[in-house]
């Protein structure tokens, strides 16, 4: 597609449930970051892929957080045993390589009852 | 870590104003990239600018990498710039935020 997309636009669900958020980044791009923000806030990096890999998960904020990249293109990020505080919009950018400009997608605002 | 700081944190501004928005960041820096978030959340790019000045538009950016700062201008403001712009500097590979500038222009 022209642009980073992201799936579902919107997702609530009850505190203590499993879910995925995915990512399908620009053709081409092998840089993959996904952020999250917080009402009032800038975005915060959580976690960044290089092809396949993950060459940087230093801001996953704990265990229950994961993101897989199985084939270097979309992307899934997971989180299980959601709580309230994990509401918020998960953003997705990617890039040519790293160094380059991101490029974001709408986002998934995520609502934990 | 690197800091990012803008200010103002809000402006208002009458349709037709010019205005300069201002980014302060701590550290030297490979990357720096303003964006704008419209009142739908989503995040468009305006300018790559680690150093120098570009233009598009109505819209200008300079940044002045020796001396850490990064300046928007908006020329001759509508309705639609309305929003949160944000400056965002690399910290390898993470781009760090600043808290924004949300602007109002009223018609």
């Known amino acids: 597609g022209a642009g980073v997309s992201q799936t579902p636009s919107n997702k609530v669900t009850e505190k203590g449930k499993y879910v995925e958020l995915r990512c399908d980044p620009i053709?081409?791009?092998?840089?993959l970051y996904w952020y999250r923000q917080s009402l009032g806030q800038g975005p915060e990096f959580l976690i960044y892929f290089q092809g396949t890999g993950a060459a940087d998960d230093s801001g996953l904020p704990n265990d229950r957080f994961f993101a897989v990249r199985p084939e270097g293109s979309v992307s899934t990020l997971k989180i299980q045993r959601t709580e309230r505080g994990d509401s918020a919009v998960y953003l997705c950018?990617?890039?040519?390589?790293?160094?380059?400009?991101?490029?974001f997608g709408d986002g998934t605002r995520l609502s934990i009852l | 870590g690197i800091q990012v700081e803008q200010s103002p944190p809000d402006l208002i501004l009458q349709e037709g104003a010019n205005s300069t928005l201002r980014c302060n960041f701590s550290d030297s820096v490979n990357n720096l990239q303003w964006f704008h978030q419209n009142p739908w959340g989503q995040l468009i790019n305006l300018f790559y600018i680690p150093s120098g000045t570009k233009q598009n538009g109505r819209l200008s950016a300079t940044t002045v990498a020796t001396e850490r700062y990064s300046l928007l201008y908006i020329s001759s403001s509508q309705t639609t710039d309305s929003g949160v712009y944000f400056c965002?500097?690399?910290?390898?590979?993470?781009?760090?935020f600043g808290k924004g500038t949300k602007l109002t222009v009223n018609p």
């Open positions: 950018a990617s890039s040519q390589q790293g160094n380059q400009p991101q490029h």
């Open positions: 053709s081409g791009h092998t840089a």
């Open positions: 965002a500097v690399e910290s390898w590979p993470q781009l760090v």
